[in-house]
């Protein structure tokens, strides 16, 4: 990984992170919400503080550190879309209960 794949990547992150950011689930948990806004801020200075530096990205301690962070990544976003399930799951019983209660209605 390049030192402006690194950059990329932590770009794309930084976006997932502005869009769970805006889940209802997280919102309604000020304080959860407001972690991970703060730890959202520190990996965007950490991305600024990275495009401006000089690294040597063939070092095998970069590209090992490299990795470890592409696995972070994909974990996160595993996280992520299994949260997007939890609306779809909140939706999806939200509408068998508008059904119900329509059934309900017209059985009163």
């Known amino acids: 990984m390049t030192q402006a794949d ?3 990547a932590i770009g794309n992150t930084l ?5 769970t950011l805006m889940n209802p689930d997280l919102i309604n948990q000020a304080a959860k919400w407001q972690q991970v806004y703060a730890m959202r801020k ?5 991305q ?6 000089t690294i040597q ?5 970069f590209q090992a550190l ?16 299994n949260l997007k399930k939890i609306d779809s799951i ?3 019983i939200a509408q068998i209960s508008a059904d119900l209660d329509e059934i309900l209605k017209a059985v009163s």
């Open 57 to 61: 990205a063939d070092d095998a301690s």
């Open 15 to 19: 976006t997932q992170i502005d869009s």
């Open 42 to 46: 520190h990996l965007d200075d950490q």
């Open 66 to 81: 490299t990795a470890q962070i592409q696995q972070a990544i994909k974990q996160l976003q595993q996280v992520i879309d």
């Open 6 to 8: 690194l950059v990329t």
């Open 48 to 53: 600024r503080v990275l495009v401006a530096a």
């Open 90 to 92: 909140i939706n999806t």
